[in-house]
């Protein structure tokens, strides 16, 4: 008997399965934690606040991409596109800092070709092999863009209304409150396909994507996100002023929740081509900050584009 004894305490210890409720609990304590902050900076107003927290979540989420390019051995080149994500992120800021309420886009074509002739001319050091050359080029122009880009789009939201006078260094409050309402739009959807999937769903959306996304689920984020439009239109009226219309507001509602969905399913698109589970772990229940900003990174630059040209020349 005592010759099993070593046999035994070699086995390894079997893996406990997470429970869905367990992952339900952990991401519930990380959303609160996450909402008590945004809510603590929406309170403040301070204009480097809110960047403060883009910003930190830029480079976080960049940071995560390049590890996981680097852990499925995708060649790229990590600190290069880390250092510029920080340099973009100081340049934007800069303009909104300073009480202007419009970046020139000759920012973001600047950006973009420092990207593109950075990584060629950093791909000059290493020998050709076949395609790693441009997959290296490639996957630093869409780290930049994917990302810092924009993710970006939800600080042009925030500062996309003039600062009211006397008011320097703070947020217009109007556009704090529209930021308030594309996170909680867009989190609402997310929120909603995974309550109603969890629940009642049974056909399978795109499973060779992302196996757990349901119709019913999809169905699901898109009556979350109109209660989160609306609710917050007839919440606070005068402060979603600009919106003009309750027509807007549910057109964007569902516009915002088909976007959150694809800006889900194409963070899944990126895992699963670099076998990854998640992009982090540093929000329990939910992963990294790249898995915390994938819809936004979609429905902030859908929200700026639509007010810019469609609501606001028309107030």
């Given at each position: 008997?005592?010759?099993?004894?070593?046999?035994?305490?070699?086995?390894?210890?079997?893996?406990v399965?997470?429970?869905?409720?367990?992952?339900?609990?952990?991401r519930?304590?990380?959303?609160?934690?996450?909402?008590?902050?945004?809510?603590?900076i929406f309170l403040?107003?301070?204009?480097?606040?809110?960047?403060?927290?883009?910003?930190?979540?830029?480079?976080?989420?960049?940071?995560?991409?390049?590890?996981?390019?680097?852990?499925?051995?995708?060649?790229?080149?990590r600190?290069?596109?880390?250092?510029?994500?920080?340099?973009?992120?100081?340049?934007l800021y800069?303009?909104?800092?300073?009480?202007?309420?419009?970046?020139?886009?000759?920012?973001?074509?600047?950006?973009?070709?420092?990207?593109?002739?950075?990584?060629?001319a950093?791909?000059?050091?290493?020998?050709?092999?076949?395609?790693?050359?441009?997959?290296?080029?490639a996957m630093?122009?869409?780290?930049?863009?994917?990302?810092?880009?924009?993710?970006?789009?939800?600080?042009?939201?925030?500062?996309?209304l003039?600062?009211?006078?006397?008011?320097?260094?703070?947020?217009?409050?109007?556009g704090?409150?529209?930021?308030?309402?594309?996170?909680?739009?867009?989190?609402?959807?997310?929120m909603?396909?995974?309550?109603?999937?969890?629940?009642?769903?049974k056909?399978?959306?795109?499973?060779?994507?992302?196996?757990?996304?349901?119709?019913?689920?999809?169905?699901?984020?898109?009556?979350?996100?109109?209660?989160?439009?609306?609710?917050?239109?007839?919440?606070f009226?005068?402060?979603?002023?600009?919106?003009?219309?309750?027509?807007?507001?549910?057109?964007?509602?569902?516009?915002?929740?088909?976007?959150?969905?694809?800006?889900?399913?194409?963070?899944?698109?990126?895992?699963?081509?670099?076998?990854?589970k998640?992009?982090?772990?540093?929000?329990?229940?939910?992963?990294?900050?790249?898995?915390?900003?994938?819809?936004?990174?979609?429905?902030?630059?859908?929200?700026?584009?639509?007010?810019?040209?469609?609501?606001?020349?028309?107030?």
């Amino acid at each position: 008997m005592m010759a099993w004894i070593p046999l035994l305490m070699d086995q390894p210890t079997p893996r406990v399965p997470t429970s869905r409720t367990a992952v339900f609990i952990k991401r519930t304590a990380s959303t609160l934690v996450l909402w008590s902050l945004v809510t603590g900076i929406f309170l403040s107003r301070y204009s480097w606040a809110f960047l403060a927290l883009i910003g930190v979540l830029v480079v976080l989420a960049t940071m995560e991409y390049f590890r996981m390019l680097k852990a499925a051995n995708v060649p790229c080149f990590r600190s290069f596109g880390v250092i510029i994500s920080i340099i973009y992120c100081l340049g934007l800021y800069a303009y909104f800092l300073n009480g202007e309420p419009e970046v020139s886009f000759a920012l973001d074509s600047l950006m973009v070709f420092i990207t593109t002739a950075g990584a060629f001319a950093l791909q000059m050091r290493y020998p050709i092999r076949g395609s790693d050359a441009l997959m290296a080029v490639a996957m630093n122009v869409m780290g930049f863009v994917y990302i810092a880009f924009l993710f970006n789009f939800t600080a042009r939201v925030t500062f996309m209304l003039p600062v009211e006078d006397g008011s320097k260094g703070l947020v217009n409050i109007h556009g704090a409150y529209l930021l308030l309402w594309l996170l909680a739009v867009t989190k609402f959807t997310d929120m909603g396909a995974y309550m109603t999937g969890s629940l009642i769903g049974k056909h399978k959306m795109i499973p060779h994507i992302s196996p757990g996304k349901t119709w019913e689920g999809f169905f699901g984020a898109l009556v979350f996100a109109q209660i989160a439009a609306c609710g917050l239109y007839f919440l606070f009226p005068h402060q979603l002023y600009f919106f003009g219309h309750v027509k807007h507001v549910i057109l964007l509602g569902f516009l915002l929740a088909v976007l959150a969905v694809v800006g889900d399913l194409a963070e899944s698109v990126v895992k699963r081509a670099l076998a990854a589970k998640d992009s982090g772990s540093i929000l329990p229940g939910i992963g990294g900050s790249l898995d915390l900003i994938d819809s936004i990174c979609f429905t902030a630059p859908a929200l700026y584009f639509y007010l810019k040209w469609i609501v606001l020349p028309n107030a």
